[in-house]
C-alpha cells in the first residue's frame, strides 16, 4: 500500500478503536476520565482556530464555555426549551460576543490582546458571581445552577450512564477536527494563516486580516460553547469558579500550545499527553503534593516552548510519517499508480 | 462625608502600594517590551521572603528590606538570564515576542503552585508585627499607617528608580537599549545582560512592594494573582513603560475601591475596575503616558 | 491611457513633510521608475499609493478612480500589487503555499487558486523550488517569491519597492528580464530602486525626487544628463553629454 492509503487506514483503526470503547470499558470512573478527555481535546481544537491559525493569543475561552453552559442550563430550567435547542442558542449568542471582543481587540499587539481577553473572561466571571437576577433570568450568582435529575432520554440531552456522553462527545470531537482539517485546505485557511504570521504581506495580497480573524473568532467561540452546554449536561452542576475560571481559558491554551498550536492534531494530542498527566497526578499526589500537576504543566510548557515551540506534534509527526514510510515499503503495491504526495488523507496541516 | 475624604486619603495610599507592584511590570515591560505575566508571582515570593525574613529574625518588615532587596534582584536576574534569555534570543527577529507571555505564565503556574507544595495554602501574617492595625488620628478620620509608610515608599522607590533611569549612566544604558537594541549593541552594551539587569531592577521593585504589603495583607501561595492582574490593569490605564503612569493608575484604582463602596457593593467596583481597563485597552491603549507603541 | 495617476500628492509626519505636492502619472504597459537620494520620500510615496497610509493632500487615481486611503486588501482587489523593501515571506510555508495564498484572490477553490499558482510560478522559472519551505530560500529566491505572490493576484499595476537590493550583479540581471517579461505580459510597473544600471536599463520613463519634491522626469537619457539630477544623485559617471 502506498503512504497515504496506510494513513487511511491507521486512521479508521483509531476511529474504530475510539468507538469501541465503551464495548471493552465498562468503568463509569475510567468512561467519566475518557469523557473529559474528549471534552479537553475538543475545547483545545476549538481554541486552535483563533489561537492557532489566526495567531493570537486569547486567555480567556472559559468566558464563552460559560455563556454556552448558562444559555442553555437557563434556558432548559426556567423555560423547558430542549438544551439541543439552547445549545445553539448559547452557541450563537457566543459567537456573537466573540466577534464584539474581536473588533477593537484584534488591531492591538499580541500581549493585549491576551490581556483583554483575560479582562473580559474575569469581568465576566466577577459579573455572573454578583448577579442573581438578570430581568428574568436567574443566574443564582456565586452558588450556580443545578440542573435536577429529568427523565433520560436524548430529547432532554440527559442520560443514565456515560456512554452516551462518551458518544456525544467523541463525535463532537471527530466534527470539530473535520471541520480544522477542511479550515486549514480552504481560502480561509490559508489567509488566516498569511495573516497571522505576516499581515502586511498578506493585506497586499488581498487578505482581509482583520475579516478573517473575526470569521475564526465567531466560530470559535460558537463550537467552544457548545461544549459548555455539554459540560452543563454531563455535570449537571455549573457555577461560575468551575466555568468561567481562568484556570480552565489557561488550561486550554496550555495544552494546545504544547500539543502544537496552528496544527490540526496538536490540540488532540497535547490533551492526549496532559490530561492524563493531570489525572494521575491529582489521584496519586492530590493529598500529599496539591498542586503538581500544575508545576508539571508550567514546566512542560516552558521546556516546549524552549525547544520545540512548534509543539510536541512536530517530532511526533515526523515519527509518525517515518513509520508510515516503513510501512510502506514494506507492504506490496497497491495499483494506485504514481506519486504519493504527502498531503494524502492525513489529518495534519502541512505547508 | 468624612467617610469619602478618609476613604479617598486611604485609596491614594492603598492605590499608591499598588501602584509602587506594578512598577515592576512597567520597568521590564518599558525595557523588554515584554509583559511579564508572572510578576504576581514574583510578588508573591517577595511576600514569602520578607515575611521569613521578618518571622525568623523579628526585625521590623522595613529593616527587612536589607534582605528582601537584593534576594529578589538576583533571583529575578538569574530568572531572566537562565529561563526567558534563550526564548528572547530565539525570537529575535519575530515581530512579537509572544512566546516570552507563554512561558511567563509557564512561570506563574511554577512559582505559585511550588509555594503551594512547600509552605502549604494556610494564610500567614506577621502575629507580633508592630504596624498591624496601626492608625494615625487626624480629626475624626482614621488612616493607616502600615498604608502611610506603604505611600511614602512608593513615592520614595518610583522617584528613585525615575532618578535611576533619567540621570545615570547604568539607567541610560538602560534605556538606550529599550529604543534601539542593535545601536545600543554598537556601542558596547551587551544587551543581555541589560535585560538581566532591567529584569532584577523590576523583581527588586517586587520585594520592596511585598515588605509594604506583608504588615496588612496576608501571605498565600496565590496572593500574587490578584495583583498580577491589577498590576496590568494599572500599568495599562497609566501606560506601559511608564513609571509615574504606574503610580497614578494605581492610584486611580485605589480610588474607585475604596471610594466605590460608598456608591455601590464592592464587587461591583471590582467590575468598574475591569471595566475601565477594556475602555482604556480599545480606546487609549497606550494609556495616560504611555510610550507610543507602534500599532 | 494613464492607469496610475497622482496630483499634488503631500504626505506630512507631524512636522516633517516626506512628501510635497508630488505629481506623475504612469501610461498603462510602461515601466516607470522612482529614484532618488535615500530619505527622498520614495518610500512614503509609495506607501500612499499602495494604501499603506492616506496621504495628507491631493489625489491618486487607478484606472480613473479615486484610490485614496482605500486599505491595501482592496487595492489589491482592484489590481494594484505591491511588494516589500524588506521581504514578508511566509517563512513557515512552502513557496507554493505563498504563491496560492495571492491566487486566492480569484476563487475560493483550492485547487484552482494552486493551479494558478504553479503557472506563476512556471513562468518565472522558479517552479523546481515550489514545495521549498520559504524561510530556508536565498535571498534572491525570495525577491522572486515577492514578485511571484504579487504576480498570482493578477494585478494590473505592479509596484515592487527596491526588488533588486542585496542581489549580486548577475541575479540584478536576472530580476530585469523578469520585470521586463512582466511588463510584455501586460502588467504595468512602477520601480523604486538604488541601483543605477538596473532602473536604467527597465525604465520607459524615470521620476526624480528629493526632500519630497520631484526635480526631474524623463526618459533614462534625459535624466542621466539633467543637471540637477546629477547635482543630487547620479554622479559624473552616469551623466551622458
Redesign the interface.
Known sequence: MNRSQINTAAMAAILLVAFGVPLVIRSATYLHILVLLFFYAYLTTSWNLVGGFAGVLPLGHAAFVGIGAYTSTILSLQYGISPWLGMMVGGVLAAIVGVLIGLPTFKMRGAYFALATIAFAEGLRVMVENIDFLGPLNLNGPRGLQIPPMDTGFANFMFASKEPYYYIILILLIAVLALTWVISRSKLGYFLNAGGEEPEAAMALGVNVARSKLAAMAMSSFLTALAGTFYAQFTLYIHPKSIISLDLSFEIAFIALIGGRGSIAGPVLGALLLRPVSDFSRIYFGDTLPGMHLIIFGAVLILVMLYQPRGLQEPLTRAYRKLLDRWAKKTPEVASGGQDRSRGGEAHADS | MLYIIEDTINGILMGSIYGLTALGLTIIFGVLKVINFAHGSLLMVGMYVAYWAVTLTGVNPYLALIIVVPVMFFFGYYLQDIVIQPIFKAEKNVREPITVIIVTTGIWYILDNLTLLIFGPQYRNLPDNPLRGKMLELGDMFISVPKLLGFITAVVTAAGIYWFFQKTRAGRAIRATSLDREAASLMGINQYKVYNVAFGIGTATAGIAAVTLIPFNNVFPTVGVLFDIKGFIIVVLGGLGSIPGALIGGIIVGLIESVGPQFMTATWTEAIVYGLFLIVLFVKPSGLFGQKYDW | MQILNVTDMTKDFGGLRAVDNLSLSIEKGQILGLIGPNGAGKSTAFNCI?G?FAPSAGTITFNGERINGK???NL??SGL????QIV???????VL?NV???A??A??N?KT?EAKALAVLEELNFADKK?V?SGNLTIADRKRLEIA??L??GPQLLLLDEVMAGLRPSEVDEMVAIIKHLRDSGVTVFVIEHIMRAIMALSDRIVVIQFGKKIAEGTPTQIASDENVIKAYLGEDYAVS
Open positions: 499602495a499603506v486599505k491595501p486588501w489589491c482587489k500589487a505591491r511588494t516589500f514578508k515571506p511566509f517563512a513557515s510555508k512552502s503555499y496560492t495564498v495571492g486566492f484572490i476563487t475560493r483550492r487558486a514545495d519551505q505572490r504579487a498570482a493576484t
